[in-house]
């Protein structure tokens, strides 16, 4: 049973680049996130999707793009990558109690 | 809007014995459920336990407890006979429904740090 999967697990961009990280779950959640966690901290809301075609901002969605064409998959996109989105990236899905965490993406922007 | 605070960015315990780690909350969501988060240094998300704001009982998984007092709006996790693995971050969480979306929120964590 795979549960959330998550890719790449690392990623190094050059300012003004772009990339999108994938998210995959097979756990029929209509409840999917992108998290970003920077050192010594809690993690904050990018995006979230309630259902296939539904997304919304979370707390700090400025330089980032989702799509959620299906359930199982909701990509996160960075345009024009900046110093300041080097950070650690979580996907999750939920069922409405239990989150269902990615193994994270290691993203740094040099 | 919901918040979680956790006061304490840091605590060390010695091995086997039990540590409480704080967590209060705020919202004005009648129906909402707590959890509590472990983060290793490999970084992976760990799941502990879940408590529903309408349980009767304290949640407990294992070594794990939460002790939720709702008038206080605390949901302290507390472990018990602590152990050298149990070294980590832990977030506590809180997810209520925001104009029908249930959106997570994490407080900022606390260290912990078992001696042997």
């Known amino acids: 049973n795979a549960g959330v999967t998550q890719t790449p697990k690392f990623r190094i961009l050059k300012i003004g680049q772009s990339m999108t990280l994938q998210c995959t779950q097979d756990?029929?959640?209509?409840?999917m996130y992108w998290y970003r966690q920077d050192p010594g901290m809690g993690l904050k809301l990018i995006y979230y999707s309630v259902g296939a075609g539904i997304t919304d901002k979370g707390e700090v969605p400025n330089g980032y793009n989702v799509s959620r064409s299906t359930t199982e998959d909701f990509p996160l996109r960075l345009e024009l990558a900046a110093p300041s989105q080097t950070s650690v990236y979580f996907c999750?899905?939920?069922?409405?109690?239990?989150?269902?965490f990615g193994s994270g993406t290691q993203l740094s922007v040099l | 809007a919901q918040k979680i605070t956790q006061t304490q960015p840091g605590m060390f315990v010695q091995e086997k014995e039990a540590v409480t780690l704080d967590c209060t909350y705020d919202t004005s969501d009648p129906s909402y459920g707590l959890f509590w988060y472990k983060q290793p240094s490999s970084g992976e998300m760990i799941f502990l336990i879940y408590q529903g704001s309408y349980d009767q009982q304290n949640a407990t998984e294992g070594r794990y407890s939460l002790n939720f007092q709702k008038a206080r709006k605390s949901a302290n996790l507390v472990i018990s006979a602590s152990q050298l693995g149990d070294s980590a971050m832990y977030f506590c969480?809180?997810?209520?429904?925001?104009?029908?979306?249930?959106?997570?929120?994490f407080g900022r964590g606390t260290s912990l740090i078992v001696h042997p």
């Open positions: 969480a809180m997810s209520g429904a925001s104009g029908g979306s249930y959106i997570p929120t």
């Open positions: 999750a899905s939920s069922n409405n109690e239990k989150l269902f």
């Open positions: 756990m029929n959640h209509n409840y």
